[in-house]
């Protein structure tokens, strides 16, 4: 019999060869190639016959052009080895230096929160190609006393010749329970990159939930922001609709000084975003990539049964304004457009093979907005009465429903469409919404008809390479 072409594999997102992807790991550019490393749990068991939770490899000389390399590490050693977890990558000379967190759960009975579990920052060092030895920087008793067993995911950079590291962690309260510990990051800061010492700790002045996983720190257009994901943040009915939440705070004061925590902003409304992390290239350009899936999530995953599950954002450029983190593809994207077709208000768009970019530009002076997007009729983008609202169809959604967000009417509609995932970028992409949805791509034929009922709107549509 034929095998079956695989309609839900992606046009032109990251995604695993196979096996399962989340985080984005280890991103920088070095001497000119991209390196975009992500947590990988390859279907083939590791060197030492065990599964693996460990990092996968992508690299190439353009963005959208990135190769798979292989697994770069295993874990195999006394001190990573339940997991190479989460972590980054500074290119510095010769070498690229990457961090990441040993996960070790000793024997015995543990919960593996409170005790039995060991966080250690592990180096690498790399040209790109050639991984060198494993050497562990910072071990439990180099975190701070009130931290439970909950510290990773080693954001690094280099600042005026000192090497910084951000680190996320749950704080033990006195209950120990997940209602009263609190999430904070820790700072270290190292002359060498091998050394390193406790600069300090940070936390936002009200508690937000009980464990801040992969933290981000970074500037830009003259603001400071500390990105992170909080677990434990009650849902709101616009906000922190997810199992988990990934955003940013804005930070005031001095790094070496006191700092503050302010309106935490979330990066991305939809069903499927998380673990983002951020990296310079070689043109100074403040790059994104995120995980479109969500850990602990209570939806479907229908393409584990074909042997893949998960991929990431295409790399989103960041630009700020205000205080608010613009996030939009980067521009090589644009160069993988074909087929230009200027659409009717409302009409039907046909996308052969499942994967387009639209360009939906409302004009100006209509005060009453209100228009809507089938995608396929296995999800809409609508807006109405002030709220955006992306809604998955029950049979293409395996349990994702309804995201609103509160806007008071949109001037610029970006959307990325790939077989199963949705990029939706609104208004110079202040308002980002990602999901994975299914469509029935089963038929004969996988055309995805995107309709529109746009009345005021100018429309512009591509195809994808
Ligand atoms: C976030 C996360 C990280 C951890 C990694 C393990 O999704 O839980 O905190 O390092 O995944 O795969």
Not at 61 to 86: I, N, R
Not at 181 to 194: A, I, N
Not at 252 to 270: A, C, I, N, P, V
Not at 306 to 314: F, K, M, P, S, Y
Request: glycine share 10%; proline share 6%.
């Amino acid at each position: 019999m034929l095998k079956r072409k695989d309609l839900w594999r992606l046009g032109f997102h990251l995604m695993p060869p196979e096996g399962w992807l989340n985080d984005p790991n280890g991103l920088c550019q070095f001497r000119g190639l991209y390196h975009v490393f992500f947590q990988y749990a390859p279907k083939e068991a590791g060197p030492d016959g065990r599964p693996a939770r460990t990092w996968g490899h992508y690299a190439g000389k353009d963005l959208m052009d990135l190769k798979f390399q292989g697994v770069p590490f295993w874990p195999t050693d006394a001190e990573d080895h339940d997991g190479c977890y989460s972590g980054s990558a500074v290119a510095d000379g010769d070498k690229i230096r990457l961090y990441y967190t040993g996960n070790v759960k000793q024997p015995g009975e543990h919960d593996y929160t409170y005790s039995g579990r060991e966080a250690n920052e592990i180096l690498v060092e790399t040209d790109g190609k050639n991984f060198g030895e494993k050497r562990t920087v910072l071990r439990n008793r180099d975190y701070p006393e009130d931290c439970t067993c909950h510290v990773r995911d080693p954001k690094v950079w280099k600042e005026n010749g000192t090497w910084y590291m951000v680190l996320g962690a749950r704080v033990k309260s006195p209950e120990q329970t997940a209602e009263a510990d609190r999430g904070e990051v820790l700072f270290y800061e190292s002359g060498d990159g091998f050394s390193w010492k406790l600069l300090k700790t940070l936390s936002s002045t009200e508690r937000f939930g009980y464990m801040w996983e992969c933290p981000d720190y970074f500037e830009l257009g003259g603001k400071t922001f500390l990105s992170l994901c909080p677990q434990g943040v009650p849902a709101e009915e616009f906000r922190y609709q997810n199992i988990y939440q990934a955003g940013y705070y804005t930070v005031k004061g001095e790094l070496r000084g006191k700092q503050t925590l302010h309106s935490f902003r979330e990066w991305d409304y939809g069903f499927d975003f998380y673990a983002p992390q951020t990296f310079t290239d070689e043109n100074g350009r403040r790059i994104l990539f995120g995980w479109i899936g969500m850990p602990d999530h209570p939806y479907g995953n229908p393409t584990a049964e074909r042997g893949w599950e998960n991929c990431l954002t295409v790399p989103r450029l960041l630009t700020a304004e205000d205080g608010v983190i613009c996030q939009n593809p980067v521009p090589e994207l644009a160069g993988l457009r074909y087929h230009e077709t200027m659409i009717m208000p409302r009409e039907t768009f046909c996308l052969p093979d499942g994967t387009g970019d639209f360009e939906i530009c409302f004009l100006e002076g209509t005060e009453e907005q209100e228009w809507k997007i089938s995608f396929g009729g296995a999800a809409e983008l609508s807006f109405r009465d002030g709220v955006l609202q992306l809604s998955v169809a029950e049979n293409a959604g395996y349990g994702r429903t309804v995201r609103k967000v509160k806007t008071d009417r949109i001037e610029f509609l970006r959307i990325l469409v790939d077989t199963s995932v949705l990029e939706i970028y609104a208004d110079d992409g202040k308002i980002v919404l990602t999901t994975r949805y299914y469509p029935d791509y089963q038929g004969e034929r996988q055309d995805l008809a995107v309709q529109f009922h746009c009345p005021s709107a100018a429309i512009t549509g591509w195809r994808i390479h």
